[in-house]
C-alpha cells in the first residue's frame, strides 16, 4: 500500500511472449555465395522445382500469410545475379526466394514496455466503453526490439477485454519513393552541417515536394566540375541520402489486421532496435495526428526519433534534430501549450527536462524540470510517457531509480499553462515490483511508456521485469488526494 493510501486495483494476467510469432526476413549472402546459391537452384529440373516448393510451402504455409509474396520480395533483391538473357520460372524464382529468406522470432526475448491511446474508431460501442490501441516493445534474438500492436476495448470498471490475436504477424511495405518537404529537408540538412553550395545547387533544381526518385536524379544531374571538390561532394551527397533514408513511410496492407502489425527496423540508425516508442494521440485546431517518440539503436549509438501515424496502417518514420536532441525517453505533450510543441526529456541520463518548439521536428534547448529527490529514484527520473491532461494539471507518470537498481514509477502534477512548474510529486512510488514481478530478463523493474484517463480512473499498463506486461487502476481522486 502507497503511504498516500492510494488503493492499486492490479488487474489480474499477464501479457506474455508469444515465440510462435515469425516474420520472414531477407537472409543475405555474399555475392560470391549468394551466386553459387542461384547457380544450384538453376542446375534443378523444373520437376525438381516443384516438388521442393511444395514441400516448402507444406512446411511454413500455416506460420505466414501469403508465404509466397515475401519469396517474390526475397528473390526481387537478388534477381540480378540472374544473366538477362536466363528465363527462370515463377516456381524457381520462389525457390530462389525461399533460399534469401528466414524467420525471425520477434518475441522470443521479451515482449514488454506497453504504452495506451484512444483507437481512432470510436463507433457501436456501449455507454461507458472505449476503445484502445496498444503497442509494446518486443524483443527477439540479437535483442533486436520492434514496435507490436493490440486493440481492445475498455468497459465501464476498466476491464480489458482484447480484440482477437492473430496468429501471423507481418512488417509493413516500404513505401519506395516518399515524398519530402524541400524546407524542412535543407532545415534538418543545416543542423548537420552539409547546407553549402553543393546541396543548395541539388535543390535548386527540386520544387516544394519531391520525392526521393526527384532527389537521385538531382545528385546524378550535378556537374562536380573541379576534382578538387570531389570529396566534398561525396560527403555531402552521402548525407543528403542518410538523411533521405532515414526519413521514410511505410504501410500495412488494409486487410492486415492491427494485432499482426509489426514496426521493424529498416534504417542503419535502427538496425538493432525500435526502442520504448511512447504513443500520444495529438490534437492540433481538431485534427489528430497519433505521434511516439522511440529511440533508435544502431548497436553503438542511440538516436531520439518520431513515428506518425493517422490510422495506424500508414507511418511516416521521422529524424528528430536540434541540440537537444539526445539520451533516452522522450515524450511529447499530447497538444501545443502556448502556440508551442512541449516535450519531456532526459539530456543527463539522471534528472528531467522540458522543450518548446515551433517546429516538431527541431528541438534546440532544454529547461531543467526537476532532479531526483526521494530515496526510490536516487539514481535516476524520467517519464512514463507523454503528459496527461487533467483539470488540475499534466499529469506526468514518471520512473525512478533507486538502490539494486530498481525501477517504480511514480507521478508529478505540472501546471496547466506553465509545464515547466511542478505542482507536486508523490513522495513514495505509485507503483513498485511485487513479488510476483520482480523476476525476469532485468528483474525489480516496473516501467511504462504511457497511461490513459478512463471513467475517472487512470488506466496503467507496466512492463513487469522487461518480460511481461500488466495493468493497473488507480482512482484520480486518490491519485489527487495524495499529490495535493
Given amino acids: 500500500m502507497n503511504k498516500e493510501s492510494i488503493n492499486i486495483r492490479r488487474k489480474t494476467g499477464k501479457i506474455t511472449q508469444d515465440q510462435t510469432r515469425v516474420i520472414i526476413k531477407y537472409h543475405g549472402q555474399n555475392r560470391k555465395r549468394a551466386r553459387h546459391i542461384v547457380q544450384r537452384i ?54 530462389i526466394g525461399a533460399c534469401f529468406s528466414s524467420e525471425y522470432s520477434i518475441e522470443a526475448a521479451a515482449f514488454f514496455n ?20 496498444l503497442s509494446f516493445r518486443a524483443t527477439g ?50 543542423e548537420l552541417d552539409y547546407n553549402n553550395d553543393i546541396s543548395r545547387n541539388i535543390f535548386e533544381k527540386l520544387a516544394d515536394e519531391f520525392t526521393l526518385i526527384q532527389l537521385k536524379e538531382a545528385v546524378e544531374n550535378f556537374s562536380i566540375g573541379e576534382n578538387s571538390i570531389r570529396s566534398a561532394f561525396d560527403r555531402t551527397v552521402k548525407n543528403i541520402l542518410w ?6 513511410e511505410v504501410e500495412f496492407r488494409k486487410d492486415v489486421h492491427i494485432s499482426e502489425r509489426v514496426l521493424f527496423p529498416v534504417t542503419e540508425n535502427e538496425k538493432k532496435g525500435i526502442e520504448d516508442a511512447r504513443f500520444v494521440r ?18 553503438f549509438t542511440i538516436l531520439p526519433q518520431l513515428i506518425e501515424t493517422k490510422d495506424f496502417i500508414k507511418f511516416k518514420i521521422i529524424t528528430l534534430n ?12 499530447p497538444k501545443k501549450i ?63 531509480v533507486g538502490p539494486m537498481r530498481k525501477y517504480s514509477i511514480g507521478a508529478d502534477l505540472l501546471d496547466l499553462d506553465d509545464p515547466s512548474r511542478v505542482i507536486a510529486s508523490l513522495s513514495r512510488p505509485l507503483l513498485s515490483p511485487n513479488s510476483q514481478e520482480r523476476e525476469g530478463y532485468v528483474p525489480n523493474v516496473v516501467y511504462s511508456c504511457g497511461a490513459l484517463i478512463h471513467n475517472d480512473e487512470l488506466v496503467l499498463p507496466y512492463a513487469m521485469s522487461d518480460t511481461s506486461s500488466g495493468f493497473a487502476v488507480i482512482s484520480m481522486d486518490e491519485l489527487f488526494s495524495a499529490l495535493l
Avoid at 535483442?143 to 507481418?170: A, M, P, T, W
Avoid at 538523411?243 to 521514410?248: E, P, R, T, V
Avoid at 495529438?282 to 548497436?299: H, L, Q, S, V
Fill in 42 to 95: 538453376m542446375k534443378l529440373t523444373e520437376e525438381n522445382v516443384n516438388a521442393i516448393i511444395e514441400e516448402i510451402i507444406e512446411d511454413f504455409s500455416a506460420r505466414h500469410k501469403n508465404i509466397r509474396r515475401f519469396f517474390m520480395k526475397n528473390f526481387n533483391k537478388v534477381n540480378n545475379l540472374l544473366r538477362p538473357e536466363i528465363k527462370a520460372s515463377d516456381e524457381r524464382k520462389i525457390l
Fill in 114 to 133: 506497453p504504452s495506451i491511446v484512444v483507437h481512432p474508431d470510436q463507433r457501436r460501442l456501449p455507454k461507458g466503453h472505449l476503445r484502445i490501441i
Fill in 141 to 190: 534474438e540479437g535483442h533486436v526490439s520492434s514496435v507490436e500492436f493490440r486493440s481492445g476495448v475498455l468497459d465501464e470498471k476498466n476491464n480489458i477485454l482484447f480484440d482477437q490475436i492473430s496468429r501471423y504477424v507481418e512488417p509493413p511495405e516500404i513505401i519506395e519513393n516518399p515524398v519530402y518537404d524541400k524546407h524542412t529537408f535543407r532545415l534538418k540538412l543545416r
Fill in 243 to 248: 538523411l533521405a533514408k532515414s526519413n521514410y
Fill in 282 to 299: 495529438f490534437i492540433d485546431d481538431d485534427e489528430i495526428t497519433y505521434y511516439a517518440t522511440f529511440t533508435a539503436y544502431n548497436g
Fill in 322 to 333: 536540434g541540440g537537444a536532441v539526445q539520451n533516452k525517453g522522450m515524450a511529447l505533450f
Fill in 338 to 400: 502556448n502556440g508551442k510543441y512541449m516535450m519531456i526529456s532526459r539530456q543527463d541520463g539522471e534528472n528531467m527536462y522540458i522543450m518548446e518548439s515551433d517546429n516538431i521536428h527541431f528541438w534546440q534547448e532544454a529547461k531543467f524540470l526537476r532532479k531526483p529527490e526521494s530515496t526510490w529514484e536516487f539514481i535516476q527520473i524520467g517519464n512514463c510517457g507523454s503528459p496527461i491532461e487533467t483539470k488540475r494539471g499534466w499529469l506526468l507518470l514518471t520512473h525512478g
